[in-house]
């Protein structure tokens, strides 16, 4: 039972174009949710975080959007470098202290020059 | 480097050893976590410290599994009697406790594991 998914796996973007990437959840207690980027041989790195307070956050060329009604957000990112090509994760916590996050599986994006 | 540092970086051993991770994580932080990664899934929770108390331990974390944190500073992860199913990529992160309204987690590189 994935209480977090991502429902594409994969994702190619041109450079300086958007990347969109989803995450749904179903867990209606869900309150915090960040994205993580993981490049190879590393460990998860945060990018971005939003509290269900909000349905908007913003962050240089990265931008979280949420939708607690339909259980969904998004991470835009523009415009989309080379450099972004990474795996991303989407986390949900539920409780104010972010004390256990559930992970979806993933997004692998290949920004193409 | 003050990011949170894990140790060995990769283990090989063969199924029935008993193996330890150690995690050390950013000096300030008094919350330690240990997450499980398998191939194409996000990070699953395995447990969690906050200073020395572990607060919570995952459905995951069968009785072969034992985490400590003696001091409040790093962190062992046990596994024993190893078995190809632990096989996995094992991640520790560290987060502050100041109320500082932001809860991300800073994650180590993981140690990675692979069962013969």
């Known amino acids: 039972d994935q209480q977090v998914k991502q429902n594409s796996p994969s994702l190619s973007v041109q450079e300086g174009r958007i990347s969109i990437l989803n995450c749904d959840y179903t867990n209606s207690m869900f309150d915090y949710f960040l994205w993580y980027k993981k490049y190879p041989a590393e460990g998860p790195t945060f990018l971005i975080s939003i509290s269900s307070i909000k349905d908007k956050n913003e962050d240089g060329r990265f931008t979280v959007f949420l939708n607690k009604s339909a259980k969904h957000l998004s991470l835009h990112i523009v415009p989309s470098q080379p450099g972004d090509s990474a795996v991303y994760f989407c986390?949900?916590?539920?409780?104010?202290?972010?004390?256990?996050?559930?992970f979806g599986p993933g997004t692998r994006l290949s920004v193409l020059p | 480097d003050t990011g949170v540092s894990q140790d060995p970086r990769h283990k090989i051993t063969k199924r029935g050893q008993n193996v330890t991770f150690r995690c050390d994580p950013i000096?300030?932080?008094?919350?330690l976590y240990w997450y499980r990664q398998t191939l194409g899934q996000g990070p699953e929770f395995l447990t969690y410290?906050?200073?020395?108390?572990?607060?919570?331990k995952s459905r995951l974390l069968s009785d072969r599994f034992s985490a400590e944190r003696p001091k409040g500073s790093f962190s062992t992860l046990e596994i024993q009697r190893t078995e190809q199913g632990d096989s996995a990529m094992y991640l520790c992160?560290?987060?502050?406790?100041?109320?500082?309204?932001?809860?991300?987690?800073?994650f180590g590189p993981g140690t990675r594991l692979t069962v013969t």
């Open positions: 000096s300030e932080h008094n919350r």
């Open positions: 986390a949900a916590s539920v409780d104010n202290y972010g004390q256990n996050f559930v």
């Open positions: 410290f906050q200073n020395e108390a572990q607060l919570e």
């Open positions: 992160a560290s987060r502050s406790g100041a109320a500082s309204g932001s809860y991300e987690q800073y």
